[in-house]
T-cell receptor, first 113, second 117 residues
Framework: AQSVTQLGSHVSVSEGALVLLRCNYS??????LFWYVQYPNQGLQLLLK??????LVKGINGFEAEFKKSETSFHLTKPSAHMSDAAEYFC???????????FGTGTRLQVFP | GAGVSQSPSNKVTEKGKDVELRCDPI?????LYWYRQSLGQGLEFLIY????????KSGLPSDRFSAERTGGSVSTLTIQRTQQEDSAVYLC???????????????FGPGTRLTVT
């Protein structure tokens, strides 16, 4: 069975500070990992995905994530937070032999001026 | 191009009534998914369609929930005899290929917010 754990349901940072959102996964087969962002009253938008190519993945809006198999982690980072980054972020896992995304519980990011 | 669209965007219904939620996937996408997002349960998978077939209905919470897809395009999620615990945002997503293709991205619609009073 696959699962995803997002540590920290809420994260607050100052504008310009580093953003770090944590995601750990559990999977008995090689995983595909995703980060989605959800703005208020909107659907989910893909930020980036890992599909067994490069372990450092760059996404939209300056976000990136690094797949670390030894730590079963796929943390999302951004060097400098923007006010517009305030949203909810979801980590998700799937694999080649399944048909659904398993989501974490989400992390709400607040950015203070 | 056009993304995934869902209607209605909001639905308020009385307990015991039936509701239908509609999803229009991106044109040409063969795979379609329904998820439910609620405060207590987070984002949960409900059902997956490949074309008009539903090989995985494992997430449907009860037999009050059903879904169909016609013409390999539009899908309808029906909830019969709604209960208050059905209140949630219902999200639809579509992807271009079979899920077996490595990490194919799912594109999400804006969701339908269902409130059962």
């Amino acid at each position: 069975a696959q699962s995803v754990t997002q540590l920290g349901s809420h994260v607050s940072v100052s504008e310009g500070a580093l953003v770090l959102l944590r995601c750990n996964y559990s999977s008995s087969v090689p995983p595909y990992l995703f980060w989605y962002v959800q703005y208020p009253n909107q659907g989910l938008q893909l930020l980036l995905k890992y599909t067994s190519a490069a372990t450092l993945v760059k996404g939209i809006n300056g976000f990136e994530a690094e797949f670390k198999k030894s730590e079963t982690s796929f943390h999302l980072t951004k060097p400098s937070a923007h006010m517009s980054d305030a949203a909810e972020y979801f980590c998700a896992v799937t694999h080649q032999n399944t048909d659904k995304l398993i989501f974490g519980t989400g992390t709400r990011l607040q950015v203070f001026p | 191009g056009a993304g995934v669209s869902q209607s209605p965007s909001n639905k308020v219904t009385e307990k015991g009534k039936d509701v239908e939620l509609r999803c229009d996937p991106i044109s040409g996408h063969t795979a379609l998914y329904w998820y439910r997002q609620s405060l207590g349960q987070g984002l949960e998978f409900l059902i997956y369609f490949q074309g008009n077939s539903a090989p995985d209905k494992s997430g449907l919470p009860s037999d009050r929930f059903s879904a169909e897809r016609t013409g390999g395009s539009v899908s309808t999620l029906t909830i019969q005899r709604t209960q208050q615990e059905d209140s949630a945002v219902y999200l639809c997503a579509s992807s271009k290929y079979d899920p077996g293709l490595a990490g194919d991205e799912q594109y999400f619609g804006p969701g339908t917010r269902l409130t059962v009073t």
